[in-house]
C-alpha cells in the first residue's frame, strides 16, 4: 500500500513538474514572441514614418512635393513586395529545421538593416546610391518581416492551451502597436524636443540605431525559448516534408488565397490610418508633424488593450464572427473617417485617427490563429505566412502609393474612402468562405485531411 502510495505521488509530482515546465515555457514563449515582433514591427513602423515626413527630401530632393511622396511610397511598396519572399524563404526553413532558429536569423536581419538605414547618408553626399541603398535595405526588412510573423505566431500557439489560441496568437500581434509606439513615439518625441533642422539631418537616426540594442535584448530573449511541442512531435514522427513551401501551394493554394484575401480590410486601411495619415493632414491641411504623431500614438496605445481582448473573445465566440464583425465596420467607417480628415478640427481629426484602430483590432487580434489554424503542423510556417504576406503585394504595400495617385487625380479624399469600401467587400467574401477552425485540433492530421 505504502510503496503504491509512493509510486502515485511520484506520478503526481512528474506530471506536476511537467506542467509547471509547460507553463513556463508558454510564458516565456508568449514573452518572445511579443518582444520579437516589437523589434521587428519597431523598425519597420520607422521606416514608415520616416517614408513620410523625411525621406521624400532626403533622399529625392530633385522631386516636387508630390514626385517625392510618390518616389518615397514606392520604396515603402519594396518592402511589402519582398514579404512573400521572406514567407517562402523562411517558411521553408521554419517547417524544416523548426520555428526557434529561424525567427533568430530574421531578428538579426531586421536590425541590422535598420542601423544601416540610420547611417545612410543623403542624396546630396552620395547622389543617386543613396536612394539604391535605400530600396536594398527595404528589401531586407520585407524579407525579414516576411519571414518573422509565422514563427512568432506559432511560437505561442503550438506551445499553450489549444483552447487559447486566439488569445495565444495575439502576443505577436501585440508587438504591432507596442513597434508603432515606441517607433512613433520616438520620432514624436524627437521632433518635439528638437529643431526642424535638427531633426531633419540627424535627429531621426536615433532611432534606427536604437535598434541594435533592443535586437540584443530580442536575442537573448529568444535563445532561451525551446522548440514547440507540435513541431517536435512533427520531427519525432518522421513527418517533416522535403518541400513544405510547395507542398503547402500544392495542396493548400485556397487557403492561401483565402488568407491573403481576408487581410484586405484589416491591412490597407492599416496603413493609410498610420502611414499616409501623416501626409494628407500635414501637407493638405497643414497640421503639424507633432499632432498626426500623437494622434496615432494614442491609437497604438489603445491596440495594446482591444487586441488581445478582441482576440480572447474570439475563443468564445469563434473567429469568424469577430473579425467579420471588425471587416463591416471598416467599411461603414470609411466614408465618415475621411470627411472628418477633409473638414474637421484638432479634436475630431483626433478622435477619428484613434477610433479607426478599433476595428482593426477586432480584426488583427484573432488573425492570427485564424490564418494558421487552416494549415497542419508540418506546413504551418511557410502555408501561414505566404497566406499572411500575399496580401502585402495588393494590399498593405500599395495602400499609400495608391492613395496618393487618388487623391492627386480625383481631388478628393473620397476616392480612398472608397477604395477601403472595395476592401472591405473583399474580405467580407474570404472570411465567408475560409473555414473556422476555433474549436478543432491542429495538432491532428485528420483535421486537416480534406485537402491533406
Not at 508603432?180 to 540627424?202: E, K, Q
Not at 494628407?280 to 488581445?308: D, G, M, R
Not at 467587400?425 to 478543432?440: A, E, N
Request: aromatic share 12%; hydrophobic share 50%; net charge positive.
Amino acid at each position: 500500500m505504502v510503496n503504491g502510495r509512493n509510486e502515485a505521488d511520484r506520478t503526481l509530482g512528474a506530471q506536476q513538474s511537467q506542467e509547471g515546465q509547460q507553463s513556463t515555457q508558454v510564458r516565456k514563449a508568449a514573452f518572445a514572441s511579443a518582444i520579437g515582433t516589437t523589434i521587428e514591427w519597431y523598425d519597420f513602423f520607422l521606416y514608415n514614418t520616416a517614408a513620410a515626413l523625411i525621406f521624400p527630401h532626403l533622399f529625392f530632393p530633385e522631386s516636387s512635393a508630390y514626385a517625392g511622396a510618390i518616389e518615397s511610397f514606392a520604396t515603402y511598396a519594396v518592402g511589402f513586395a519582398a514579404r512573400p519572399v521572406g514567407a517562402a524563404i523562411f517558411g521553408y526553413w521554419g517547417d524544416r529545421i523548426g520555428r526557434k532558429a529561424t525567427l533568430i536569423v530574421t531578428l538579426l536581419a531586421m536590425g541590422l538593416a535598420s542601423a544601416l538605414v540610420g547611417v545612410l547618408p543623403g542624396a546630396s553626399t552620395i547622389g543617386i546610391a543613396a536612394p539604391l541603398i535605400l530600396v536594398l535595405l527595404r528589401l531586407v526588412q520585407g524579407i525579414a518581416i516576411g519571414g518573422e510573423w509565422s514563427g512568432s505566431v506559432l511560437l505561442t500557439m503550438e506551445w499553450g492551451n489549444q483552447r487559447k489560441r486566439g488569445l495565444l496568437g495575439s502576443f505577436a500581434q501585440i508587438g504591432v502597436p507596442v513597434g508603432l509606439v515606441l517607433g512613433t513615439g520616438g520620432m514624436t518625441l524627437l521632433s518635439a524636443l528638437l529643431s526642424p533642422d535638427a531633426f531633419n539631418s540627424w535627429g531621426w537616426r536615433v532611432p534606427f540605431l536604437a535598434s541594435l540594442i533592443l535586437v540584443v535584448v530580442g536575442l537573448i530573449i529568444r535563445l532561451q525559448i525551446l522548440e514547440t511541442p507540435m513541431f517536435a512531435a512533427v520531427v519525432a514522427e518522421n513527418r517533416i516534408s522535403r518541400a513544405p513551401v510547395m507542398e503547402a501551394v500544392r495542396h493548400h493554394w485556397r487557403e492561401i488565397l483565402l488568407s491573403a484575401g481576408l487581410r484586405f480590410s484589416e491591412q490597407m486601411p492599416f496603413y493609410l490610418f498610420t502611414s499616409y495619415v501623416l501626409v494628407y493632414v500635414v501637407a493638405q491641411h497643414h497640421y503639424s508633424k507633432t499632432f498626426v504623431l500623437n494622434a496615432v500614438l494614442i491609437a497604438a496605445v489603445l491596440e495594446l488593450f482591444t487586441i488581445p481582448w478582441f482576440s480572447h473573445l474570439s475563443d468564445r465566440l469563434g473567429r469568424k464572427r469577430v473579425y467579420l464583425t471588425g471587416a463591416v465596420l471598416t467599411g461603414v467607417l470609411a466614408f465618415p473617417y475621411f470627411a472628418v480628415l477633409k473638414d474637421g478640427g484638432y479634436v475630431a481629426i483626433f478622435i477619428a485617427v484613434v477610433v479607426s484602430m478599433i476595428p482593426h483590432a477586432m480584426q488583427y487580434g484573432p488573425q492570427a490563429a485564424l490564418i494558421s489554424e487552416n494549415f497542419p503542423t508540418h506546413l504551418r510556417y511557410g502555408g501561414a505566412g505566404l497566406g499572411y504576406q500575399l496580401a502585402s503585394v495588393f494590399a498593405g504595400g500599395p495602400a499609400p502609393l495608391l492613395a496618393t495617385w487618388l487623391l492627386a487625380v480625383t481631388g478628393t479624399p473620397f476616392s480612398i474612402a472608397g477604395y477601403i469600401v472595395l476592401s472591405a467587400v473583399v474580405t467580407v467574401i474570404c472570411g465567408w468562405l475560409i473555414k473556422d477552425r476555433s474549436r478543432s485540433d491542429i495538432s491532428a492530421e485528420a483535421t486537416y485531411a480534406r485537402t491533406a
